[in-house]
């Protein structure tokens, strides 16, 4: 990433970092004054991963032209301590540790001393605002080159994703890892919406950000948030069932390869290695979010996730 792309991202991260909404640092909200949907849209939520910034900076600008026709958007600078910490890191590794400070704020549980853990606190802090959505976009970006693509809790959000131009979709993530996710917020956990999490592309590639206001700009237009530039159709999307979570057993394994997002995987392949047996594939099906170097920051942390053959779907 270029000098000038970080110094724009940290004046975002200050911006935004200075808003509060009900009392809730780190949350803005853009509004038309007309009744309507209201989205929002999550930055940060990994704390190495700054490219919800540019989207909440672009809703700022809209806000301010006067383009929002009706409803309006929540803005959420999510995990502030560990943006923070990316801001501030000057190593490779320093920036790939500043993914959360306690605890993934994507595989939220309560902890067994809740008050030491900065990311559940925060969701707890941020949930009120988060069920006031109709909808939700988590913006992120991967270690390994990915097309932008959408992770869908449950199947309801095809069609968000397909208008938001994306062609991958995983589906199913909640059956698999259970209401972990920031995205299982919105609207109220006990509520099904159509709440997606983009996969914007890698971490530095600036394309990643382009991706990122493209696919924001495309869910405003899909809820009549702000003007249609052009007609939004229907696409197919390959649909992807999210079935399984690898986990490494102990500090001595490592993925034997940084598998490709996507990357069909036969049944039995071999996965990972260690000081004891060698992990398996157990079923066939595609690699998807494999940590770069083979490790996860933490043995906590799923090193990969497989899921079903794809197939192809009408959004």
Not at 43 to 69: F, Q, R, S, Y
Not at 79 to 98: C, G
Not at 157 to 162: H, I, R, S
């Amino acid at each position: 990433m270029y000098l000038d792309e970080r110094h724009f991202l940290y004046s975002v991260y200050k911006r935004f970092s200075a808003y509060s909404e009900e009392g809730v640092v780190g949350v803005k909200s853009f509004h038309s004054g007309k009744p309507g949907p209201i989205i929002g849209f999550s930055a940060c939520t990994h704390g190495n991963e700054p490219v919800g910034l540019a989207v909440l900076d672009m809703v700022e600008t809209m806000h301010g032209e006067g383009k929002l026709l009706q409803g309006g958007v929540l803005c959420f600078l999510t995990n502030i301590r560990a943006a923070e910490a990316w801001f501030e890191s000057e190593t490779e590794e320093e920036k790939r540790m500043s993914r959360y400070i306690h605890m993934n704020m994507n595989r939220i549980t309560k902890p067994r001393n809740p008050e030491e853990s900065y990311e559940y606190n925060r969701v707890m802090e941020l949930k009120g605002l988060l069920s006031t959505c109709d909808v939700g976009i988590d913006f992120h970006s991967t270690s390994i080159p990915i097309e932008p693509m959408a992770l869908l809790p449950t199947i309801e959000g095809l069609a968000l994703a397909a208008a938001m131009g994306v062609e991958k979709v995983m589906t199913q993530a909640e059956q698999v890892m259970g209401k972990v996710l920031l995205t299982s917020y919105y609207g109220g956990l006990e509520q099904e919406t159509s709440s997606v999490l983009v996969e914007c592309g890698t971490h530095s590639d600036i394309a990643t950000f382009d991706h990122a206001r493209d696919m924001a700009r495309k869910a405003m237009q899909y809820y009549h948030v702000i003007e249609k530039d052009k007609e939004l159709h229907d696409r197919n999307c390959m649909v992807y069932e999210m079935k399984t979570r690898i986990f490494l057993p102990d500090d001595s394994y490592r993925l034997v390869k940084d598998f490709g997002n996507f990357e069909f995987i036969k049944k039995r392949q071999v996965l990972a290695e260690g000081d004891g047996d060698p992990i398996l594939a157990p079923h066939d099906g595609h690699a998807f979010s494999a940590f770069a170097g083979g490790r996860p920051p933490s043995i906590t942390e799923e090193a990969m996730f497989m899921s079903s053959v794809g197939k192809r779907i009408k959004g």
